[in-house]
């Protein structure tokens, strides 16, 4: 950070006050040097690629419970009864939360994501410091049920609380409520994003649909695909520590970048707008950030994505909109907000 000690030893003060925000210090998003990688070695603990393929099997049978729920529905919204339920009751599982706390996180993580939007109006950003503020007395609590004895460990929420009985925590109860909150902010709203944009991207595009339902073994590039040409991350801003180059062009230290746009560099991706699943270097996007800040959860969307999005067309290859989809209003975060759908499964695969 490049603040005088002074300003920000009075803005951490001020904000240490509230609960834990999950964009805020100690969150690791904002940190940089030893504490940064300090959480995320943390993270990084449980985020292994190793660890996403055993939960493989658990996304699995969310998406499979969550089609049987649509089966018997015909016409939907597919925004709130598919995209965002299943990114919610994987959160969950990952956090070690029953799908009734799945229900709740759902509802923080719709809300809360509004912290992102710049010029909010004042009613909306009482309603994202509650949410905070319940996100932060739930964590608090479960830590509190774990460490008595009284609620099993399960999840990351479980070793989070076990570190912090321990008679040197390695985290401080900071630390630990800022990572899980923005675990919970991080990897919901994007994964609902990704999942909606697959869904009218591949609706659109028939014969890329095709393509997937005969040669399923491009569903991992279709995913990168999706997420380069409509990600769910608009862009990202940072501010240099130091002076720098960026090409040609002079950083000096303390200039403000946003980083977006580059998913649609002509001389990176021709023809970067037409929407092709076998493109060769889908995965080049930048759409999981870069550097040091790199998407913790980004092998889990992946994964995730995948499962969702194939297993859908599998079950209900005919869908259709039934009215018109609507997007999401967001200064930072591409998707969408309804997709009412006809599933048309008469002739559903099983
Ligand atoms: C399609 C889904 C996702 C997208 C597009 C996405 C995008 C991003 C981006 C662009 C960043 C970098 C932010 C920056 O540099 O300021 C980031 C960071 C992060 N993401 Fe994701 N994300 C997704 C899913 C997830 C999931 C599922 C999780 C975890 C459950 C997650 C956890 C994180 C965390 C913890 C960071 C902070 C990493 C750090 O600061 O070192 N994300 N994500």
């Known amino acids: ?13 001020a904000v240490m006050k509230g609960p834990a925000n999950p964009f805020e210090r100690p969150s690791m998003v904002v940190l940089d040097g030893v504490d940064h990688r300090k959480l995320r070695q943390y993270v990084a603990r449980y985020f292994t690629p190793a660890n996403a393929r055993a939960i493989r099997d658990d996304i699995t049978e969310i998406v499979d419970d969550t089609l049987v729920g649509l089966g018997v529905m015909r016409e939907v919204d597919l925004v709130s009864d598919y995209c965002k339920v299943i990114p919610a009751k994987v959160s969950a599982k990952i956090l070690g939360m029953s799908d009734a706390e799945a229900r709740m996180l759902a509802t923080l993580g719709d809300e809360s994501v509004k912290m992102l939007e710049i010029g909010r109006p004042f009613k909306e950003f009482s309603q994202v410091e509650r949410c905070i503020e319940r996100l932060d007395t739930w964590i608090d ?6 460490l ?13 609380a076990k570190d912090l009985g321990k008679p040197q925590p390695p985290l401080t109860r900071r630390e630990a409520k800022a990572l899980l909150s923005l675990l919970v902010l991080a990897g919901f709203e994007t994964t609902v994003n990704l999942i909606g944009s697959g869904i009218q991207l591949l609706t659109q595009h028939p014969e890329q649909l095709r393509i997937l339902k005969s040669e399923p073994q491009h569903w ?9 040409i409509d990600g769910p991350v608009l862009g990202t801003v940072r501010k240099a520590n130091e002076d720098d180059w960026i090409g040609d062009v002079r950083v000096p230290r303390g200039t403000f970048i946003l980083v977006s746009g580059a998913n649609h560099d002509p001389s990176v991706f021709p023809a970067p707008y ?18 040091r800040h790199f998407c913790t959860g980004a092998h889990l969307a992946r994964v995730e994505g995948e499962i969702a999005l194939s297993r859908l067309f599998k079950r209900f290859p005919n869908l259709s909109p039934s009215a018109e989809c609507t997007r999401r209003t967001s200064t ?5 907000q309804s997709m009412p759908m006809r599933l048309n499964d008469s002739d559903a695969m099983e």
């Open 148 to 160: 008595r004895g009284r609620r099993k460990p399960a999840g990351l929420v479980g070793i989070l």
């Open 141 to 146: 609590e479960q830590f509190r049920l774990i």
């Open 274 to 291: 037409t929407f092709d699943i076998k493109r060769i270097n889908a995965k080049d996007h930048i759409t999981f950030g870069g550097g």
């Open 1 to 13: 950070m490049i603040y005088p000690d002074w300003m920000s030893a009075l803005y951490d003060n």
């Open 220 to 228: 991992p590039n279709a995913i990168d695909e999706i997420l380069r």
């Open 332 to 336: 930072f975060l591409r998707g969408w």
